[in-house]
C-alpha cells in the first residue's frame, strides 16, 4: 500500500517530558526514513533522519529508532520545550527511481510550559 | 542544512487567471524537484515530481494541463497554476534532492488564494 500508518495523531505533554511518535510502513524495501517538523504556515524542516542500515541516530534531544524486521520507526523527543510544539511527520522513501517521499499523517505536539 | 526558497510566500488571484510559483534551490544543485499540496491539518499531499531537463512525472489524480511544472535549470522549478479556481486555493510546497546522500529539504511554501 501507499500509506504510512503514525501514531498519535495529537500528543500534550508537559515541558519536560519526553514525547514519542510512532510510525509503520509497508514497503520493505524502503530504505530512507526522514522526520519533519512543520510549524504553522511554514514548511516541513528536516529534523532528524535514519537509513536502512542504521537502528538507531540521536541529535541532541532528538532520536529515531527503526525497527526494519516491524517496519516500525520512532521519533523520541526528550526534555521538550514548549518551542518543539508543532506537527511532526514521518515519511518513508521507496526505492524507486524518482526518491520521492510518502508522508504518514502527522502528529500534533503540544507542550505545555 | 540546504536552503530552498520559493516565492511568492503568499499570493491572491481571480477566477480564470493563471500564478506561477518559483522553487529555487540556493546553495546546492537539485535535478529532482517535488511539488506538494497540503490542506488545512492534513498531510502533504505530492503532486508531480520534477525532473530537470524533462517532462515532469504527475501523481494520478493531478492535472498535467492545469498544474504545469518547468524544470528549466537545475536551481529552478515553477509550478504554474492555469486556469485557476478557488478550490485550487491551497498551501503548495515544493522540496528538492540534495547530493548523492539524497537528502530532501523543503521550501517555506507558497499560499494561493484564488478569489
Known amino acids: 500500500g501507499e500509506n504510512v500508518e503514525q501514531h498519535p495523531s495529537t500528543l500534550s505533554v508537559q515541558e519536560g517530558d519526553s514525547a514519542v511518535i510512532k510510525c509503520t510502513y509497508s514497503?520493505?524495501?524502503?530504505?530512507?526514513f526522514p522526520w519533519y517538523k512543520q510549524e504553522l504556515g511554514k514548511g516541513p524542516q528536516l529534523i532528524i533522519d535514519?537509513?536502512?542500515?542504521?537502528g538507531e541516530k540521536k541529535d541532541q534531544r532528538i532520536a529515531v529508532t527503526l525497527n526494519k524486521t516491524a517496519k516500525h520507526f520512532s521519533l523520541h523527543i526528550t526534555e521538550t520545550q514548549p518551542e518543539d510544539s508543532a506537527v511532526y511527520f514521518c515519511?518513508?522513501?521507496?526505492?524507486?527511481?524518482?526518491?520521492?517521499?510518502?508522508f504518514g499523517t502527522g502528529t500534533r505536539l503540544l507542550v505545555s510550559p | 542544512g540546504a536552503v530552498v526558497s520559493q516565492h511568492p510566500s503568499r499570493v491572491i488571484c481571480k477566477s480564470g487567471t493563471s500564478v506561477k510559483i518559483e522553487c529555487r534551490s540556493l546553495?546546492?544543485?537539485?535535478?529532482?524537484m517535488f511539488w506538494y499540496r497540503q490542506f488545512p491539518k492534513q498531510s502533504l499531499m505530492l503532486m508531480a515530481t520534477?525532473?530537470?531537463?524533462?517532462?515532469?512525472?504527475?501523481e494520478q489524480g493531478v492535472e498535467k494541463d492545469k498544474f504545469l511544472i518547468n524544470h528549466a535549470s537545475l536551481t529552478l522549478s515553477t509550478l504554474t497554476v492555469t486556469s485557476a479556481h478557488p478550490e485550487d486555493s491551497s498551501f503548495y510546497i515544493c522540496?528538492?534532492?540534495?547530493?548523492?546522500?539524497?537528502?530532501?529539504?523543503f521550501g517555506e511554501g507558497s499560499w494561493l488564494t484564488v478569489v
Open positions: 522540496s528538492a534532492l540534495k547530493g548523492s546522500g539524497n537528502t530532501i529539504y
Open positions: 546553495d546546492f544543485q537539485a535535478t529532482t
Open positions: 515519511a518513508e522513501r521507496r526505492n524507486t527511481g524518482f526518491q520521492k517521499l510518502v
Open positions: 535514519i537509513r536502512s542500515n542504521v
Open positions: 520534477s525532473n530537470e531537463g524533462s517532462k515532469a512525472t504527475y
Open positions: 514497503d520493505s524495501a524502503s530504505n530512507y
